[in-house]
C-alpha cells in the first residue's frame, strides 16, 4: 500500500513540534523533559529586573557583591560579568544562560525577603536564583546579605564545568608521568610541557604565540610534613620564593620568580601597599588546605601576573603539597585565564 505524502509531511510536522515543547516547555522539574544546553560565558550572569530598579538602590547593590574586584589582579576585574534585561524581554533566547538573577520586587509590603534556587529551570548545568523583595532598599539589603553565597555557589559551578571541559583535553602522557614519577595526579590539558624539574619540583608551561607575550604556568613542590606552621602564609611563601629562585629564572641575568608582597602606591608615591595574599582555608579531597590568590613578579625586572596556590596535606606520603597556576599576560584581561588554572589545579588527587 502506497503512503499518503501529505500525511505523511502532517506526521513530520506534528512530531517536529511535539519534539521542540518537549525540549522548551521545562518549568523547574529537570527531570520532566530533555533540557538544551545552558549558554552564555563562564564568569557571567543574567540580570533580570525593571530598569529603574537597575538604575536604582537595587542594581546598585547587585553591581557592588557581584562585580567587586577579583583577588590577586593588579588591575579591577569583575568578579563575574552582567548582563542586564528587564522582565519584559526575558525571552526564551535569554533563559538557557547559565546563572541567571530574577529580581521579584512586588511593591506589596506584606511580602517576606527570601531567596530562592533552582537547578535546571531552563537549560543543563543552570542555576537560577529569584530574590524576593517587596521594595528597593530590602531587595538592596537582601542582596547584601545573601549576593556572597550565591556569588561563591556560582563561581564554584563555574570552576566545575571548566573541569570537566579539561577531562576531555587531558594530556595522558604528562598525567602518567606526574603518577610515576610524583604519585599524584591531575588532569594536565594539552599543550602544556616540563620546562623544569627537581627531586620534589615540576614546572609545566604552556604558551599561547597567537595571543603574542602570553603563557600559563603549572608548578608543584612538596616535602615531609611536620606541624601546622607550615599551612601558615609565611612559610608558603617563604618556599614560593626560594624554589622561584632556584628553578625558574627570567630571560635576564639574576631574574627570578618572586612573590609581590609590598609595594609603592605608584610611580610618583612612594607610600607601600600590603600585596600578601590573604589565605583562604578550604577543603580539597577531603583535607585542609589553604588556597592564596596573589601577584608575583620577576625579581630585578619588571614582568608579572597574578598566581594562585592551593597547599594541602597527601595523607599516604605525610607530606605537605602544594600546587600553583600562575599566568602572564599582559595584553589581555586575566579572569578567564586564572580561572581556568584554578579549576586545572583542583583536579589533583593522591594515589
Known sequence: MQLNMFNFNRLGAVF????????????????????????????????????????????????EVFQQSIPGLSAHEPMLSIVFVSHKNFSRMFRT?????????????????????????????????????????????????????VLDECLKIDIERLMRRYRGMEDKQITAYLQEKHQFSMVVPKGYKIATEGEKFVWLRYERPDLGDFYQSLTFWYTDYTDTSMFSRD??????????????????PNTYMSTVTFAPLSAYNDSLVDYRPEPNPMQINGQYAIELKGMWRLKHDFLGGPFISITTYDPTRNRLFTIEGSLYVPDYDKRVYIRELEAIIKTIRFQ
Not at 39 to 63: H, N, P, Q, T
Not at 235 to 252: Q, T, V
Request: hydrophobic share 40%; charged share 25%; with cysteine.
Open 16 to 63: 517536529a513540534i511535539l519534539t521542540s515543547a518537549a525540549i522548551y516547555s521545562c518549568s523547574g522539574d529537570s527531570g520532566s523533559a530533555v533540557l538544551p544546553a545552558s549558554s552564555g560565558k563562564v564568569g557571567e550572569m543574567l540580570v533580570v529586573i525593571e530598569e529603574s530598579y537597575w538604575k536604582g538602590e537595587a542594581g546598585e547593590a547587585i553591581r
Open 235 to 252: 612559610y608558603i611563601l617563604m618556599m614560593r620564593d626560594s624554589l622561584g629562585k632556584m628553578y625558574i629564572p627570567g630571560e635576564l
Open 97 to 149: 544562560h547559565r546563572n541567571i538573577l530574577i529580581a521579584d520586587i512586588t511593591g506589596d509590603p506584606k511580602t517576606n525577603s527570601q531567596v530562592e534556587m533552582k537547578k535546571e529551570s531552563w537549560a543543563e548545568n543552570q542555576l537560577v536564583y529569584t530574590f524576593v523583595a517587596p521594595d528597593d532598599t530590602s531587595f538592596a539589603s537582601l542582596i547584601k546579605r545573601r549576593g556572597q553565597q
